[in-house]
Nanobody
Framework: QVQLVESGGGLVQAGGSLRLSCATP????????MGWFRQAPGQEREFVARINWSATVTSYADSVKGRFTISRDNAKNTVYLQMNSLKPEDTAVYYC?????????WGQGTQVTVSS
């Protein structure tokens, strides 16, 4: 199994910011659309944001639109998620994957906790 490695999570107060990173294992991923997903306790995993291979097209869940920004650096094999104006309801484990997601690539995720 190929795992993507997420990092950058933590505990932050409401209104704060975090930047998540996702390290992909090789250049093969630079030609794929990538996405961020999250799963809150007791809830299904949900889509957060996606970016195409050339970073020219992005899309977001309505709940994060205007607050989160997805980006990528193909030279570094890394995908980012800049999260601003965080809310308690953003608390979840955040995962990256291809978009659409491939079950073969789910990693451990990174925990984001937003306190009120």
């Amino acid at each position: 199994q190929v795992q993507l490695v997420e990092s950058g999570g933590g505990l932050v107060q409401a209104g704060g910011s975090l930047r998540l990173s996702c390290a992909t294992p090789g250049r093969a991923f630079s030609s794929l659309s990538m996405g961020w997903f999250r799963q809150a306790p007791g809830q299904e995993r949900e889509f957060v944001a996606r970016i195409n291979w050339s970073a020219t097209v992005t899309s977001y869940a309505d709940s994060v639109k205007g607050r989160f920004t997805i980006s990528r650096d193909n030279a570094k094999n890394t995908v980012y998620l800049q999260m601003n104006s965080l809310k308690p309801e953003d608390t979840a484990v955040y995962y990256c994957n291809t978009h659409p997601p491939n079950n073969y690539y789910w990693g451990q995720g990174t925990q984001v906790t937003v306190s009120s």
